[in-house]
Nanobody, 125 residues
Framework: QVQVVESGGGLVQPGGSLRLSCTVS????????LGWFRQVPGKERGPVSCRSGDGSSYDVDSVKGRFTISTDGSKNTIYLQMNSLKPEDTAIYYC???????????????????WGNGTQVTVSA
């Protein structure tokens, strides 16, 4: 049974940093593309970042230069390092496992087969 569990969310001031973690069990996440999504109330869940099995990574324009997706090879853990946070980054953040090794056409949710339950990130003074 595959389990995906996010952690690390919380309240942070604008300009601050947070690191989200996503622990995966039941499969080798390094054999899949790995993604982070986020959702605010009243809006559809949208893509943030994707990391291919070969280490290539992709980000949406709104987080480029601020967010970094990475993995820990010795642990089945995926990270999202978030720096220079803005109030508009406030959302529930979800970790997801793709149905392929690469991040080709990585935006649509239906290309991800396993999801966590999310962790809340609030950016506010």
């Amino acid at each position: 049974q595959v389990q995906v569990v996010e952690s690390g969310g919380g309240l942070v001031q604008p300009g601050g940093s947070l690191r989200l973690s996503c622990t995966v069990s039941g499969l080798d996440p390094h054999s899949h593309g790995l993604g982070w999504f986020r959702q605010v109330p009243g809006k559809e869940r949208g893509p943030v970042s994707c990391r291919s099995g070969d280490g290539s990574s992709y980000d949406v324009d709104s987080v480029k230069g601020r967010f970094t997706i990475s993995t820990d090879g010795s642990k089945n853990t995926i990270y999202l390092q978030m720096n220079s946070l803005k109030p508009e980054d406030t959302a529930i953040y979800y970790c997801a496992i793709r149905n392929s090794y690469y991040c080709y056409l990585w935006g649509p949710q239906q290309t991800y087969i396993y999801w966590g339950n999310g962790t809340q990130v609030t950016v506010s003074a």
